[in-house]
């Protein structure tokens, strides 16, 4: 039923199965999110992002709601989606790879800061959720 194996066709057997292997792990590492992100500064975590493989998503804006997200904009943060404009710095930021994912990172005021939220000073604004999708709302 089944053929015997010759000691060299076992051999080349068993290297391409381990080459499987590898090429699985390789991909699989690929779709990986960048780890320990939350309560990152988003310029920290905007670097790590990037030197995995992740490039600013270009972002289609119609001129609405440009007032919110200009101070990201004129840091070169083109990836920036929305801001909400209510002074806590909830924006939305998005990332595209070469397989076409996209990671959504979205962003507060530091959540220590206490009840005074400082409109002015938007280095404090943290990650409080990313995740990896395949399309964009």
Not at 61 to 77: E, K, N, Q, V
């Amino acid at each position: 039923m089944f053929h015997k194996l010759t000691k060299r066709q076992y051999t080349y057997l068993n290297y391409f199965f381990l080459f499987i292997v590898i090429f699985m792990l390789s991909s699989c590492a690929r779709h990986s999110k960048p780890t320990l992100l939350l309560n990152v500064p988003y310029h920290d975590a905007r670097e790590i992002i990037l030197q995995n493989g992740w490039n600013p998503a270009e972002i289609k804006r119609d001129g609405y709601g440009r007032d919110s997200i200009s101070h990201f904009l004129d840091l070169g943060y083109i990836e920036v989606d929305a801001c909400s404009g209510t002074g806590k710095g909830y924006c939305r930021f998005v990332f595209q790879n070469d397989l076409g994912l996209f990671m959504e990172v979205k962003t507060q005021e530091t959540p220590f800061a206490g009840d005074q939220m400082d409109i002015e000073n938007w280095d404090d604004a943290v990650v409080i959720f990313y995740g990896i999708t395949d399309k964009i709302d």
